[in-house]
C-alpha cells in the first residue's frame, strides 16, 4: 500500500519557519516528481512547490519564491518543504504529491499531474 505522510505543520508566529517532510512508504520514489500543494479554508487548492525526480529541477509559486525551498533525499524517500518568512496567508492544510510516472522531464503546477497524495498537515501563521 502506497502512503504519502505528512509531518512537520504547526502554529507559527509570522516570520516564523517551518520545516515540512513527506515520508513514502509502500515504493520508493526516487524516479518520480513530487511536489507540495496547499488548501486555505474556503479556497481551493493551489500549487506551492515541485520537484524532479533527481531534484536538479524545481518550480515555486510566485507567492512562496525566495522564501520556500523544496528538496528530497531520495535514500530515505523523503521530501521536504522548507519555509521561512511565513505570512499569514500562508496559513492551510499543506499536501503532498508524487507522480506515478517515472522520468519525466518536466515538473508540473497543476494537481492532475500527480496519482499519489497525502493527508495533509495543518500550518497555521499568527499575527
Known amino acids: 500500500q502506497v502512503q504519502l505522510v505528512e509531518s512537520g505543520g504547526g502554529l507559527v508566529q509570522a516570520g516564523g519557519s517551518l520545516r515540512l517532510s513527506c515520508a513514502a512508504s509502500?515504493?520508493?520514489?526516487?524516479?518520480?516528481?513530487m511536489g507540495w500543494f496547499r488548501q486555505a479554508p474556503g479556497k481551493e487548492r493551489e500549487f506551492v512547490a515541485a520537484?524532479?525526480?533527481?531534484?536538479?529541477?524545481?518550480r515555486y509559486a510566485d507567492s512562496v519564491k525566495g522564501r520556500f525551498t523544496i528538496s528530497r533525499d531520495n535514500a530515505k524517500n523523503t521530501m521536504y518543504l522548507q519555509m521561512n518568512s511565513l505570512k499569514p496567508e500562508d496559513t492551510a492544510v499543506y499536501y503532498c504529491?508524487?507522480?506515478?510516472?517515472?522520468?519525466?522531464?518536466?515538473?508540473?503546477?497543476?494537481?492532475?499531474?500527480?496519482?499519489?497524495w497525502g493527508q495533509g498537515t495543518q500550518v497555521t501563521v499568527s499575527l
Open positions: 504529491a508524487a507522480d506515478s510516472r517515472r522520468y519525466r522531464s518536466s515538473i508540473y503546477d497543476t494537481g492532475s499531474s500527480y496519482d499519489y
Open positions: 509502500g515504493r520508493t520514489f526516487s524516479s518520480n516528481a
Open positions: 520537484i524532479s525526480w533527481n531534484g536538479g529541477s524545481t
